[in-house]
């Protein structure tokens, strides 16, 4: 017993060919280089083709033919939904034996590896490819494509505009490469470009079936601020926002809703742009065609302001019939003024019927016809020399506007401002916006003006001047204005009087200047022309020639008695001989 128990097993023994009766014996190097001969030659970091074993949740079996089955994250077979057991796929040999002796495959670097080989043929051959929709980002989706990340814009998504991304994530769907940069390595695939060929064929099918007139179901696709999209079963058409409604509408959000089934009339198409002009107020009777037979000019009528602008504004008196009210016939006012000093959009009025005519559908409205036009009775409320209280409304270089009222106005003539002051400007009198006294001079009711006056409210202050600034007579005065041709001088009894520079000379030679207060002689006054004509030269002068002019007076009584004595000595008979001459002449004529 001994003896077995030192007896060691032979390492290389084969037993089975031991049972089977064989006497060849076959080393262990033998055995293990049989059984690699019939394992693949499998190389680290290269790409092979494996068989899906089996799937689960979170890991998917591969078998490439090593003596170990490789595992691989779901995850990576994502984009594949349709993956199942015994499907070839390619793998990337990542490591042939880990720590744990288990064989690291990726299926997604053996994708990234050939990527961009595939995602350039695909573009080349237009050929159809499936990808994940991993998420969102701006503008758009992120897609993964082979591995590789590409880029779907949000309207390359579908032929209808998406309102809502995130349904789409987690999806996966067939799509187009439809633009590569090889630089950056951007892709940027499409859905839409898979069916648009088939609805391009449909749309031509469709097109090729319209009719003006014809009335078909569609249902809104999208609404903008200028109409509304309707999709009429794989094309779409256009309801301009005039057509929507035969009253005026400034969203079409008013009329209809997204996604909202509506009958549309077509208007019009394009075969070859494929537009497709389409129409829904056409659907109903023109409000023009029900408006009340026995609506006439002159009656009153109610509506709502639905447009306003510079020129008028627009009142709807029932859904789709409007009538325009020029600015001319808001006010009895001659004043030009806007429509928006008046109205408002949405203001309710009331408005007399001016115009009718329905063949045109046309109306014209007034608002001042509801009052009294105050230029009926314009003699009785301002009669002529009647004192008032007006607004300026505006200037001119030759008088003011004046409003007594709204539709009364009048003109103050620049020379019916101040008796007394010269007014270049109105402006220098008053300003717009403020009072004014007035006095009514004229009427003109066929052309609606009056002339007005204000400086006839006081007295006439000429009268009173006509007394004071006698010709000779000496006032003292304050050059107010000089000027090339003279000298304005405010006197101190009031008005103002003017002087020639020649008149303006002082005692001592020098020129009399701008603010001087000096004495001044009335050398001519004109009270129809309000002319005052002074000189402070003569103030002066006319002192030092009153000797001579003594002088001339005394001479002139000393020569009086000579001719008194010539006449003295002329005889009676002289004078009887000259009459008879004078007869003689007078019976020669």
Same mark, same amino acid.
């Given at each position: 017993?001994?003896?077995?128990?030192?007896?060691?097993?032979?390492?290389?023994? #084969?037993?089975?060919?031991?049972? #089977?009766?064989?006497?060849?014996? +076959?080393?262990?190097?033998?055995?293990?280089?049989?059984?690699?001969? %019939?394992? #693949?030659?499998?190389?680290?970091?290269?790409?092979?083709?494996?068989?899906? @074993?089996?799937?689960? !949740?979170?890991?998917?079996?591969?078998?490439?033919?090593? !003596?170990?089955?490789?595992? @691989?994250?779901? =995850?990576?077979? /994502?984009?594949?939904?349709?993956? !199942?057991?015994?499907?070839?796929?390619?793998?990337? +040999?990542?490591?042939?034996?880990?720590?744990? *002796?288990?064989?690291?495959? =990726?299926?997604k670097k053996a994708r990234l590896s050939k990527s961009w080989e595939r995602i350039n043929a695909a573009l080349e051959n237009e050929e159809v490819i499936q990808g994940y929709i991993k998420c969102r980002t701006k503008g758009g989706m992120i897609v993964d494509v082979f591995g590789i990340e590409a880029f779907l814009p949000g309207s390359q998504i579908d032929v209808h505009p998406i309102r809502d991304y995130d349904v789409f994530v987690g999806k996966t769907m067939e799509f187009k490469v439809v633009k590569i940069n090889q630089e950056f390595r951007n892709v940027v695939v499409s859905h839409k470009a898979l069916i648009e060929a088939e609805l391009e064929a449909q749309k031509k099918e469709i097109i090729s079936k319209l009719e003006k007139g014809q009335i078909l179901e569609g249902t809104v696709k999208?609404? %903008?601020?200028?109409?509304?999209?309707?999709?009429?079963?794989?094309?779409? &058409?256009?309801?301009?926002?005039?057509? $929507? =409604?035969?009253?005026?509408? =400034?969203?079409?959000?008013?009329?209809?809703?997204?996604?909202?089934?509506?009958?549309?009339?077509?208007?019009?198409?394009?075969?070859?742009?494929? /537009? @497709?002009?389409? &129409?829904l107020k056409q659907l109903t009777p023109h409000p023009w065609d029900a408006l009340d037979p026995n609506l006439k000019v002159g009656d009153h009528v109610k509506g709502k302001v639905v447009v306003i602008a510079d020129y008028g504004a627009f009142v709807e008196i029932a859904p789709g019939v409007e009538g325009l009210i020029h600015v001319s016939e808001m006010s009895w006012s001659q004043h030009l003024r806007s429509a928006q000093e008046f109205l408002h959009v949405g203001d309710e009025v009331e408005?007399?019927?001016?115009? $009718?005519? /329905?063949?045109? /559908?046309?109306?014209?409205?007034?608002?001042?016809?509801?009052?009294?036009?105050?230029?009926?009775?314009?003699?009785?409320?301002?009669?002529? *020399?009647?004192?008032?209280?007006?607004?300026?409304?505006?200037?001119?270089?030759?008088?003011?506007?004046?409003?007594?009222?709204?539709?009364?106005? &009048? $003109?103050?003539? @620049?020379?019916?401002?101040s008796w007394t002051k010269k007014v270049k400007h109105p402006s220098e009198f008053t300003q717009v916006g403020a009072d004014i006294d007035v006095v009514v001079l004229e009427i003109d009711k066929e052309n609606r003006r009056l002339s007005l006056g204000h400086k006839q409210l006081e007295d006439n202050p000429w009268d009173t001047y006509e007394t004071i600034y006698t010709p000779g007579s000496i006032h003292t005065g304050k050059i107010t204005e000089i000027m090339d041709k003279g000298a304005v001088i405010a006197l101190n009894e009031g008005g103002e009087g003017f002087a020639t520079p020649k008149h303006l000379v002082k005692e001592d030679g020098s020129q009399a200047q701008l603010g001087e207060e000096l004495q001044f002689k009335v050398i001519e006054f004109v009270k129809e022309t309000k002319r005052i004509i002074l000189s402070h030269s003569r103030t002066f002068e006319d002192v030092k020639d009153?000797? !001579?002019?003594?002088?001339?007076?005394?001479?002139?009584?000393?020569?009086?008695?000579?001719?008194?004595?010539v006449a003295a000595g002329t005889t009676l008979g002289d004078i009887d001989a000259l009459a008879e001459l004078k007869a003689k002449m007078e019976k020669g004529e």
């Amino acid at each position: 017993m001994s003896d077995l128990k030192n007896v060691q097993p032979l390492a290389d023994f #084969n037993w089975d060919e031991f049972e #089977n009766g064989s006497n060849v014996s +076959v080393s262990k190097e033998e055995l293990e280089k049989a059984y690699d001969e %019939t394992l #693949n030659k499998v190389s680290e970091h290269q790409v092979v083709d494996g068989t899906v @074993i089996s799937i689960d !949740k979170k890991e998917v079996v591969v078998n490439i033919g090593y !003596k170990s089955d490789g595992i @691989i994250p779901a =995850s990576e077979f /994502r984009y594949n939904p349709e993956l !199942k057991v015994g499907d070839t796929v390619e793998v990337y +040999v990542e490591n042939q034996e880990d720590k744990k *002796g288990q064989l690291l495959l =990726s299926h997604k670097k053996a994708r990234l590896s050939k990527s961009w080989e595939r995602i350039n043929a695909a573009l080349e051959n237009e050929e159809v490819i499936q990808g994940y929709i991993k998420c969102r980002t701006k503008g758009g989706m992120i897609v993964d494509v082979f591995g590789i990340e590409a880029f779907l814009p949000g309207s390359q998504i579908d032929v209808h505009p998406i309102r809502d991304y995130d349904v789409f994530v987690g999806k996966t769907m067939e799509f187009k490469v439809v633009k590569i940069n090889q630089e950056f390595r951007n892709v940027v695939v499409s859905h839409k470009a898979l069916i648009e060929a088939e609805l391009e064929a449909q749309k031509k099918e469709i097109i090729s079936k319209l009719e003006k007139g014809q009335i078909l179901e569609g249902t809104v696709k999208n609404i %903008t601020s200028y109409g509304v999209f309707v999709d009429l079963g794989g094309v779409d &058409g256009l309801i301009h926002i005039t057509d $929507l =409604s035969w009253g005026r509408v =400034s969203d079409p959000h008013e009329v209809v809703s997204l996604d909202q089934k509506i009958n549309v009339v077509i208007l019009d198409f394009d075969n070859d742009k494929k /537009r @497709i002009a389409l &129409g829904l107020k056409q659907l109903t009777p023109h409000p023009w065609d029900a408006l009340d037979p026995n609506l006439k000019v002159g009656d009153h009528v109610k509506g709502k302001v639905v447009v306003i602008a510079d020129y008028g504004a627009f009142v709807e008196i029932a859904p789709g019939v409007e009538g325009l009210i020029h600015v001319s016939e808001m006010s009895w006012s001659q004043h030009l003024r806007s429509a928006q000093e008046f109205l408002h959009v949405g203001d309710e009025v009331e408005a007399v019927i001016l115009t $009718l005519d /329905r063949e045109e /559908r046309k109306m014209s409205l007034g608002i001042k016809q509801l009052k009294e036009d105050p230029w009926e009775t314009i003699e009785v409320k301002y009669p002529i *020399g009647s004192k008032h209280t007006a607004k300026v409304r505006n200037f001119t270089n030759f008088g003011i506007f004046v409003e007594l009222e709204e539709g009364v106005d &009048g $003109l103050i003539h @620049i020379s019916d401002l101040s008796w007394t002051k010269k007014v270049k400007h109105p402006s220098e009198f008053t300003q717009v916006g403020a009072d004014i006294d007035v006095v009514v001079l004229e009427i003109d009711k066929e052309n609606r003006r009056l002339s007005l006056g204000h400086k006839q409210l006081e007295d006439n202050p000429w009268d009173t001047y006509e007394t004071i600034y006698t010709p000779g007579s000496i006032h003292t005065g304050k050059i107010t204005e000089i000027m090339d041709k003279g000298a304005v001088i405010a006197l101190n009894e009031g008005g103002e009087g003017f002087a020639t520079p020649k008149h303006l000379v002082k005692e001592d030679g020098s020129q009399a200047q701008l603010g001087e207060e000096l004495q001044f002689k009335v050398i001519e006054f004109v009270k129809e022309t309000k002319r005052i004509i002074l000189s402070h030269s003569r103030t002066f002068e006319d002192v030092k020639d009153e000797p !001579k002019k003594a002088a001339r007076k005394k001479s002139k009584k000393e020569e009086a008695p000579a001719i008194n004595n010539v006449a003295a000595g002329t005889t009676l008979g002289d004078i009887d001989a000259l009459a008879e001459l004078k007869a003689k002449m007078e019976k020669g004529e």
